[in-house]
């Protein structure tokens, strides 16, 4: 074996390049018998094998920086790094994160758990290189699908204009999580297809090799004459219309091509640089090939017989009680950032094709989108991880809350996701949303809650709602305490009362203590009335402290001069990986922790 010798880099460049085939091929079986043990991305990391590969051969890391975007498909790049080793703890508590984390080793510049930010923060790393003397080169490895979120624009736009030596790889494999939409995805693939654009490219080649023996004037004319042929063909190509020097199209899968175009980049000082990199997202994994949707993200599966079944989640229920409600009210829109899939959208999508919007990993777009088609009386929904709404806060201020725009807000992954970690967490959503007028917050416990208040958000509201589920499965016998009001109290004689929302009333009732079930994110005089009653009010919140609804209730109980004890649990900090229920019991979140500090108290 060959990785179980490689510690560093520069054990990689001792092995003869003949042999870097057999290399990747060991590589692509880890990542196949690993993943499929510990979960994790599977299908976006035998897209890159040879191309990570062929990036550690010619580059010098950590001197060079290469940041892949989004970090998920950086497996490769730790096995070579001197962390094979530890690839059993993947994803596991203190063990490997799934994404690029300078906090994990020096080979890893940035953090990179969303999509479209290696190009930004890429030409910072180069900027201050630049300012501080550094030789180190800036590579980043950006897929078709981050090319379709505006961040990449802003950051292409700003380097192609600047000299610095970036090297941009375009990993083009036609796929974001979902199958990439829209005019760039229809560009590059007019780029792959047009063989004549290849060959005249390769003719004109072989003529500007020559140019030592005929002057620089008869070089001028040549390099412009390639111009030109290669606007006639391609009529325009958009990375050096934009500044930058265009490598590619280059077969992602052969190591030595990839080798030989990294090794021309290197030698090229004057200005950014683009590859574009042609690659199949699972390649080397039959099932993965011909589904990589389904092998984006697992869980862990039997490796010889492939994903089974896979249990019924929040998402599920959202998707098919959505297709249920659009079907009575033709108004309704479902909208996705690539991610239909995820966020159980697939069935509404072939149901209802001409109300369905992938707009691609633009959540900001997304946002503004949803409110252009309020504006005109229709009812968006957007369905989306509550991480990755976060990108979008302005735009739903400005564009939805401020006019009062009907836009509907599926928070997906709300509350702590476990093994994806501290980027994909979903704290943060009840925080910034209850401070913005205007917005009304569902809280739903199991699927049955979900499926009436989505149906309340869309039918019976005209303001900007949001619906916020968990990543987990519903309980086993889950009641329904949805009626219509904005809270629920079961009143067990005690004096003692828990207060929380979402997920964590399913720990919260099965303690000894009356629980009040918050089905709206608000505190009226209605609620704090019925809470004076009690002496003991504990607040249990699966988000961050600050800003969140624990305190809001704090600073309404101060207002009315409880005399009582009142004492807030949520999460002070970022959320590292884990299972979700060890993170709960870490958090005192869980039916246990909660019992304990009531009676402690």
């Known amino acids: 074996m060959f990785l179980k010798e490689i510690k560093n880099p520069n054990d990689l460049k001792k092995i003869p390049e003949d042999k870097l085939p057999e290399l990747c091929d060991e590589i692509r079986s880890e990542l196949i018998e690993k993943v499929s043990n510990t979960g994790g991305h599977l299908a ?14 010619v580059f010098n890391c950590p001197e060079d920086s290469i940041i892949f975007d989004v970090g998920h498909q950086s497996y490769v790049h730790k096995m070579l790094t001197g962390r094979y080793d530890k690839f059993d703890t993947l994803r596991k508590a203190d063990g490997l994160s799934g994404f690029m984390n300078p906090k994990e080793s020096e080979y890893d510049p940035f953090i990179s758990g969303h999509s479209s930010t290696s190009l930004s923060c890429g030409f910072g790393i180069s900027k201050a290189n ?14 078709d699908g981050a090319l379709t979120g505006g961040l990449a624009y802003e950051a292409l736009n700003n380097i192609g204009r600047s000299n610095e030596n970036m090297i941009i790889i375009l990993n083009d494999n036609k796929m974001s999580i979902s199958k990439n939409v829209g005019a760039m995805a229809k560009y590059l693939s007019d780029v792959r297809t047009r063989s004549s654009y290849i060959s005249t490219k390769r003719n004109v080649k072989g003529k500007l090799s ?17 111009q030109a042929l290669k606007y006639l063909v391609l009529k325009q190509n958009m990375f050096e219309a934009l500044g930058f020097y265009y490598l590619g199209p280059v077969d992602g899968h052969d190591v030595h091509k990839m080798i030989d175009v990294l090794k021309s980049a290197k030698e090229i000082n004057s200005m950014p640089i683009v590859i574009h990199a042609v690659t199949t997202k699972g390649k080397g994994y039959n099932f993965a090939e011909s589904s990589p949707e389904s092998y984006h993200g697992v869980s862990s599966f039997d490796y010889e017989i492939g994903l089974q079944s896979i249990s019924y989640g929040y998402s599920e229920a959202f998707g098919n009680a959505l297709c249920e409600i659009a079907e009575k009210n033709s108004k309704i829109c479902a909208i996705t950032a690539a991610m239909a899939d995820g966020t159980g959208l697939t069935k509404f999508a072939e149901k209802y094709p001409d109300r369905f919007f992938d707009v691609g990993i633009a959540e900001q777009h997304a946002v503004t989108f949803a409110a252009g088609l309020a504006s005109k009386g229709m009812v968006p929904v957007f369905a989306v991880y509550s991480s990755f709404l976060q990108r979008a806060f302005d735009q739903i201020i400005h564009d939805c809350s401020i006019i009062n725009q009907h836009v509907v807000f599926c928070i997906d992954r709300a509350g702590i996701v476990g093994r994806d970690g501290a980027t994909h967490n979903g704290l943060f959503d009840v925080a910034f949303l209850s401070e913005i007028p205007n917005v009304s917050i569902f809280t739903p416990s199991n699927y049955s809650e979900l499926k009436q208040m989505l149906n309340v958000a869309v039918n019976e509201r005209s303001s ?3 619906v916020r589920y968990p990543r987990t499965v519903e309980p086993k016998n889950a009641e329904n305490y949805y009626n219509g009001d904005s809270y629920y109290i079961k009143n067990r004689s005690s004096s003692k009362i828990i207060v929380t929302y979402g997920n964590l009333f399913n720990h919260a009732n099965k303690t000894d203590y009356s629980v009040c079930k918050l089905n709206e994110l608000k505190i009226d005089d209605s609620l704090i009335d019925k809470l004076l009653k009690f002496n003991e009010i504990y607040f249990f919140e699966e988000g961050i402290e600050n800003g969140g609804i624990g305190q809001i209730l704090a600073s309404k109980l101060l207002e009315t001069g409880y005399k009582g004890k009142y004492r ?5 900090e970022f959320v590292s990986q884990d299972d979700i ?13 909660m019992n304990h500090i009531i009676s402690e108290e």
């Open 44 to 57: 976006s990391n035998l897209g890159v094998v040879e191309l990570t590969v062929a990036l550690h051969s």
């Open 464 to 466: 900007v709602c949001a």
């Open 568 to 572: 807030l649990t949520a999460i002070n």
């Open 130 to 143: 630049t300012m501080l003397g550094n030789y180190g080169r800036v590579i980043c490895v950006i897929g």
């Open 210 to 226: 020559k140019i030592a023996l005929i002057g620089r004037p008869i070089t001028r004319l040549i390099e412009k004459t390639k």
């Open 581 to 593: 229920d060890s993170l709960l019991k870490k958090y005192l979140l869980d039916t246990d922790s």
